[in-house]
């Protein structure tokens, strides 16, 4: 794992691990089965594709893998949980300056 992620974009993180693996989180449109109640929704993004929807609510995190995340087998699940804390770290130091 050993995951870093730094703010990149405004609404959007980058993720690199060891080994020059990037991934990318951006502020995610509103998907019919998993952003149904408003919550704030990011779509995890690797080699250009979307791998995983990652919802925030409250202080906790969803994390959902999608199929096309099957084609990359060098990111794990556990890598986008460790993503997810790291990006729900980051949102909360944001809104703990506002």
Do not use: H
Request: with cysteine; hydrophobic share 40%; net charge positive.
């Amino acid at each position: 794992m050993k995951w870093t992620v730094k703010e990149w974009i405004s609404g959007g993180y980058q993720a690199r691990r060891t080994g020059a693996l990037n991934a990318y989180i951006y502020r995610s449109l509103k998907w019919p089965d998993f952003y149904s109640d408003g919550a704030p929704a990011y779509e995890g993004k690797y080699g250009g594709t979307a791998i995983a929807l990652i919802r925030f609510e409250g202080k906790g995190a969803t994390v959902k893998s999608l199929a096309a995340a099957s084609r990359f087998q060098e990111i794990t699940d556990l890598d986008l949980v460790e993503i997810a804390l790291w990006v729900s770290k980051l949102r909360t130091a944001c809104s703990n300056l506002n």
